[in-house]
């Protein structure tokens, strides 16, 4: 195994707070800390954790974050490659919609480099605290909202349905705020096939600097979608609209009598 190594670990949502003593550990004794966060608060605090953190490239003038995401996960092997214990940190759980943190592990991997991924909190788990969403329920589906509509993905309105990046419709480079009004109302048109206009979907944002600020749950009738207030850190979900009824032969087969 040649020297250098990278680790790769997630700060959670909220500021501080839901970094696992694991990730901490790591970050600290890093060699070379590298890290895409989504607010500034948490990138300082982390340069006290180890001084050597450093952001990584975030190239808006490219014109798909594709490319951005390909030089981001080309300057952490830069410093894999000098043989550097390297850690690169991404906020939420770092391999959840995270397309250079998982491409950094792959590309490490095929260079001979140790490398590994630690678990972190996600703006799902988060909505499942907030929301009382407990998917073992009624099970629960989770979509990126752009591949959710282009790929026409199956899915089954009896269960919790989640969609994430909604104010990134159709959008393949940058955030622009305002910008997301035409996705939003494709995807409202969508939706009415499958629920009432009238049904209750929740736009979600967890709060990152808990307890100073609440999270953001706001409940609406899916046809005021496309007027809602949407950001850039805004989830969609979809509860169940009844609950999946109950096959009995199929019960009969496993001999449960009971459900
Ligand atoms: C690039 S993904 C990053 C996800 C992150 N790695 C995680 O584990 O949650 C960005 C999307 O995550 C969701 N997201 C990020 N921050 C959020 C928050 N504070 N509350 C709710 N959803 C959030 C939104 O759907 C947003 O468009």
Redesign the pocket.
Known sequence: MKTGSLTIV?T??QLAGHLTLAAKAWIEQADKVLFAL?DPVTAKWLKGLNATAEALPYNKHNQRRRDTYREMTERILLEVRQGLNVCAV?????????DP?HAAIQQAHCEGFRAQMLP????????FADLGVDPGKNGCQSF??TDFLIRRRKFDPTSALI??????IGNLGFYEPGSHRKGLKILAEVLEKDYDADHEVVV?????YYPVCS??INRIPLSKLPEAKVT?????YIPPTAMSPIEHEMMASLGIDNW
């Open positions: 997630g959670g949502i989504a991404f906020y939420g759980h770092p391999g959840v919609f995270a943190a972190g909190i996600s703006a799902e788990d988060c909505l990126e909202a969609l994430w990046q909604i104010a990134m979600y944002e967890a709060a990152v999270p953001v850039e850190v805004s989830t969609l």
